[in-house]
């Protein structure tokens, strides 16, 4: 009785893989969701911006929260000038983050060099901008 269950249960299986045809698909879809996909294509190309890493150096609130981020901002850009730095507002925080580091490796590395001026600095996730090219013109 197993032998026969087993058996039946072979053959339809065998019957089922064999009855899968090998065709085409056809898709109908809307037109205007290729045109949806070439405009998404398009704005990831205008998107400059990447998962990285950036150092926090400045967080404040307040009436006088710009003016201190942009003393800081100028201390900061004197002592590094070869450091990108961004000031942004969040409501209802300044913020002041420097550099665009790939990986959190090359973020601490920087993090060593700035540590010494900016005691309240330290390495967070953040949106950076791709990397520029230089051309052979320039």
Not at 42 to 47: E, G, I, V
């Given at each position: 009785?197993k032998?026969?269950?087993c058996?039946?249960?072979?053959i339809?299986?065998?019957?089922?893989a064999f009855?899968q045809?090998?065709g085409?698909?056809h898709?109908d879809?809307?037109s205007r969701?290729e045109?949806?996909i070439?405009?998404?294509r398009?704005?990831?190309?205008?998107?400059s911006?990447?998962?990285?890493?950036?150092?926090?150096?400045?967080m404040?609130i307040g009436?006088?929260?710009?003016?201190h981020?942009q003393?800081?901002k100028?201390q900061?850009?004197?002592?590094?000038?070869?450091?990108?730095?961004?000031l942004t507002?969040?409501?209802?925080?300044?913020?002041?983050?420097?550099?665009?580091?790939r990986?959190?490796?090359?973020?601490?590395?920087c993090?060593r060099?700035i540590?010494?001026r900016f005691k309240?600095a330290?390495?967070?996730?953040?949106?950076i901008?791709?990397?520029?090219f230089?051309?052979?013109?320039?």
């Open positions: 009785m032998r026969i269950v058996l039946s249960i072979f339809f299986m065998t019957i089922f009855a045809s090998r085409s698909v898709i879809q809307d969701i045109s949806l070439a405009k998404q398009s704005l990831y190309k205008m998107d911006s990447l998962k990285g890493y950036r150092i926090h150096i400045f404040e009436n006088d929260a710009l003016r981020a003393e800081t100028a900061f850009e004197h002592a590094f000038p070869d450091i990108p730095i961004y507002y969040s409501e209802p925080y300044f913020r002041l983050r420097a550099g665009d580091f990986n959190r490796v090359e973020a601490e590395k993090l060099r540590k010494p309240e330290f390495v967070t996730a953040d949106r901008y791709r990397p520029r230089k051309s052979n013109e320039e």
